[in-house]
């Protein structure tokens, strides 16, 4: 079965870096775009970053912008989101989510349109 499994998170100052890993087994994963989720406590999941299939297209939220990184390794069938500069604002659970690329409709960044979800791991960022 699909299974993506996400890790790195961890508590972190005001200002630090962190790096989330999301392994995924079960599909092809050069055929998915994959993007990177969070929720805060009582806030609605937003999107973070995505990226396609190639690695050619990504999109950051305004509010990661300059800050996070994603990136893919499709040999390791593994998307990553480098986290710099933190913010309190950004402690959440985030989440990689993973789109089939051959959709109608195709490379989205709206939650709904991804099809596989991991777990999620926790990132708090203490002031």
């Known amino acids: 079965q699909v299974q993506l499994v996400e890790s790195g998170g961890g508590l972190v100052q005001a200002g630090g870096s962190l790096r989330l890993s999301c392994a995924t087994s079960g599909l092809t994963f050069g055929n998915y775009n994959m993007g990177w989720f969070r929720q805060a406590p009582g806030k609605e999941r937003e999107v973070v970053a995505t990226?396609?299939?190639?690695?050619?297209?990504?999109t950051y939220t305004d509010s990661v912008k300059d800050r996070f990184t994603i990136s893919r390794d499709n040999t390791l069938n593994t998307v990553y989101l480098q986290m710099n500069s933190l913010k309190p604002e950004d402690t959440a659970t985030y989440s990689c989510?993973?789109?089939?690329?051959?959709?109608?409709?195709?490379?989205?960044?709206?939650?709904?349109?991804?099809?596989?979800w991991g777990q999620g791991t926790t990132v708090t960022v203490s002031s």
């Open positions: 989510a993973a789109q089939f690329s051959f959709r109608s409709g195709g490379y989205a960044v709206t939650s709904s349109t991804y099809d596989y």
């Open positions: 990226i396609d299939k190639t690695g050619s297209r990504i």
